[in-house]
C-alpha cells in the first residue's frame, strides 16, 4: 500500500524549530517578500506604486520617496497594527497549517504564550484570508456533489425524562442551528455556504454550477428541483451510500472534517461565524495534499494581499 501524503517526509517543509532558529529577522524578511513579490521584497508604496523608498529601519518602516507616505510591511492587510512579533506570527501560521482539523484557541494562546483573545482574532483573520482561495467567485464544473449538514443549537436534554422535550418539533429545536451547504467538485474545490435550511441549497447551486455539470445529491427531496437543470445522480442514503459508483462521500469527507473541527477542537461555534470554520475546514480539505511549507507560505500571500479586515479590526475593543 502506498505511504499516506501525510506520513511522508516532503509533507514537512516548515517546522517551529525552523521558523524561531532563522528568528525574527528572517521572518520579517519572508513577510516583505510575500507582500510585494513582483520587486523582491522591496517595498513599494501603497498609495503612489511608487518603488523607491527610504528604510525607517528603527521602527520597520519605509517612507515613499515620491509621496512622503510612510506604511510598514503590513499597512492596508488584515496584519495591519499587529503587535506581535513576526516571528510568533510566522509560528501561529505553522500551528495553524499543521493542524488538520483546526485548532482551539485556548492551545493557539497557550503555544505562543499570547492572550485568549489574540489568538482568536488572529485566527479569524487567517481564515478571512483561507477564504479568498475558497470563496473565488468561479463556478463549479465536472461533477458536482451537493449536501447540507447541521451544525451548532444543540438543545441538551433535561435530565428527567419526564422533562424532556421533542427535539425533532421545530419548537423545541435552537434558533442558533444552522446547516452548512456544500458544493464539491469530484476533481476539485469545495465550495460552501451557511443557510438556515437545507433547501436553500438548491438556489446556490443554481448560482455556482456550470449548466453543463452533473450532480450527485442524496434523497432529500428538495434536490428534485434539480433534475430540470442537470443530470442529477440520485442515491438513497436509507439503504446504500454507493450505489454502483453514485455517491456523495467526497462532499461527506468535507463534512467529517468540518465536523471534528467543532466537535473536537472548538466545541461551541456561534452561528456568526460559522462560515469562517467551514472556509477554513474548506481550504484544508482543498490543500489537504500540500505540503506544510507551501500551504504556510500561501497563507502568509493572501494574507498580504488581503485588506484590513472590518469584522476583526478592533474587535475586542469594539466588544469592551
Ligand atoms: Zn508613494
Known amino acids: 500500500m502506498a505511504q499516506h501524503f501525510l506520513l511522508s517526509a516532503a509533507s514537512r517543509t516548515l517546522s517551529l524549530r525552523a521558523i524561531y532558529k ?3 529577522a528572517a521572518a520579517y524578511q519572508t513577510f516583505c517578500e510575500m507582500r ?10 501603497p498609495r503612489c506604486s511608487h518603488d523607491a523608498t527610504y528604510k525607517i529601519t528603527t521602527r520597520r518602516k519605509f517612507k515613499c520617496k515620491a509621496c512622503a507616505h510612510q506604511f510598514s510591511v503590513t499597512s492596508g492587510t488584515i496584519f495591519a497594527s499587529r503587535k506581535m512579533d513576526f516571528v510568533d506570527l510566522l509560528a501561529a501560521i505553522c500551528i495553524i497549517v499543521n493542524a488538520s482539523k483546526g485548532v ?11 492572550q485568549y483573545k489574540t489568538a482568536f482574532v488572529l485566527a479569524h483573520k487567517l481564515r478571512e484570508a483561507m477564504a479568498q482561495e475558497v470563496q473565488t467567485g468561479e463556478v463549479l464544473d465536472g461533477h458536482v456533489e451537493v ?3 447541521y451544525f ?8 428527567a425524562k419526564a422533562d424532556r422535550k421533542d427535539r425533532r418539533l421545530k419548537e423545541n429545536r435552537s434558533d442558533k442551528r444552522r446547516v452548512v451547504v456544500a458544493l464539491r467538485e469530484r476533481q476539485g474545490r469545495v465550495l460552501p455556504f451557511v443557510t438556515r435550511i437545507e433547501g436553500e441549497g438548491v438556489a446556490l447551486v443554481n448560482e455556482n454550477v456550470d449548466r453543463m455539470a452533473t450532480l450527485s445529491a442524496d434523497e432529500a427531496s428538495h434536490w428534485d428541483l434539480l433534475h430540470a437543470g442537470w443530470d442529477v445522480e440520485r442515491v438513497n442514503h436509507s439503504e446504500i451510500y454507493s450505489d454502483h459508483g453514485k455517491h456523495t462521500n467526497m462532499v461527506e469527507s468535507y ?5 471534528r473541527m467543532v466537535v473536537g477542537q472548538h466545541h461551541h461555534v456561534s452561528p456568526h461565524y460559522l462560515h469562517q470554520y467551514a472556509n477554513h475546514a474548506a481550504w ?3 490543500n489537504r495534499r500540500t ?9 502568509v500571500s493572501n494574507a498580504m494581499g488581503a485588506r484590513v479586515s472590518r469584522n476583526w479590526k478592533g474587535y475586542w475593543q469594539r466588544a469592551a
Not at 505540503?291 to 497563507?299: R, S
Open 291 to 299: 505540503d506544510n511549507g507551501t500551504l504556510a507560505h500561501t497563507l
Open 152 to 159: 451548532g443549537g444543540h438543545v441538551r436534554p433535561e435530565n
Open 36 to 45: 510585494w513579490p513582483e520587486t523582491n521584497g522591496e517595498a513599494v508604496c
Open 255 to 259: 463534512f467529517s472534517r468540518l465536523r
Open 22 to 24: 532563522a528568528g525574527e
Open 104 to 114: 482551539s484557541m485556548i492551545q493557539l494562546s497557550r503555544d505562543l504564550d499570547c
Open 284 to 286: 484544508l480539505e482543498d
Open 147 to 149: 449536501d447540507g449538514a
